[in-house]
Every structure is written in C-alpha cells, then in structure tokens.
C-alpha cells in the first residue's frame, strides 16, 4: 500500500509563487519517476512536470520557465514550485509517482499511485 499526501495549495494572485509538495509513503522500495499533473473544470487531467530518480526533468510548454520540479529520494518527496502564476493555472493539482512496492511475503510489484489532489486558484 503507498500513500501520496500534497500539500502547498491556495489562493494566489497572478503574478505570486506557490511551492506543492508531495509526500509518498507506505510499502516503498523505490520510487522511480514522480510528477505533477493538474485537472481544471471540465478539461481532462495533463502533465505539468515530471522528474526521475536521476533528476532528469520533463515540462510542459505552457509552465516551461514558471514552474521548477525537484525531489528529495531520502526522503521519498516531490516539490513544485510555481512562480509568475497566471490564471490559466488555476486547477486542481495531483501527485504521481511510479512506485515498486512490496507486501509482508516478499512479493514486489509496480504501481501508479495519486494523490488526493490539491487546489490552486489564482486571482486575476
């Protein structure tokens, strides 16, 4: 079993900065690409950033320059910090992670975890 927790969201006004953070935690062996994706009403859920276990980094076109990923390993953690936020940002923000967990009996296996989703407004 493998928990993500965000946390970071808010009310901003355009122009302002916000950091998410997102915690996995549970049965983890390890952890290979983590990301952020983002939901607005009535559009489907697209990438935002991704990074490796080896801190290569993937951004869409539209955060490209604003929005910078990082990640702790040790401590199994995914930041975004968000900076010259526009309105357009506005949606709610999930954490992925490509996790390799394993049960009580030694069992391994692959998994796409989310979390719970955080909220970003921001203000014209």
């Known amino acids: 079993q493998v928990q993500l927790v965000e946390s970071g969201g808010g009310l901003v006004q355009a122009g302002g900065s916000l950091r998410l953070s997102c915690v996995a935690s549970g049965s983890i062996a390890s952890i290979s690409s983590m990301g952020w994706y983002r939901q607005a009403p009535g559009k489907q859920r697209d990438l935002v950033a991704e990074i490796t276990s080896g801190g290569n980094t993937n951004y869409a076109d539209s955060v490209k320059g604003r929005f910078t990923i990082s990640r702790d390993n040790a401590k199994n953690t995914v930041y975004l910090q968000m900076n010259s936020l526009k309105p357009e940002d506005t949606a709610v923000y999930y954490c992925?992670?490509?996790?390799?967990?394993?049960?009580?009996?030694?069992?391994?296996?692959?998994?796409?975890?989310w979390g719970q989703g955080t909220q970003v407004t921001v203000s014209s």
């Open positions: 992925n992670a490509d996790v390799r967990t394993y049960n009580s009996v030694g069992y391994y296996r692959s998994v796409s975890s």
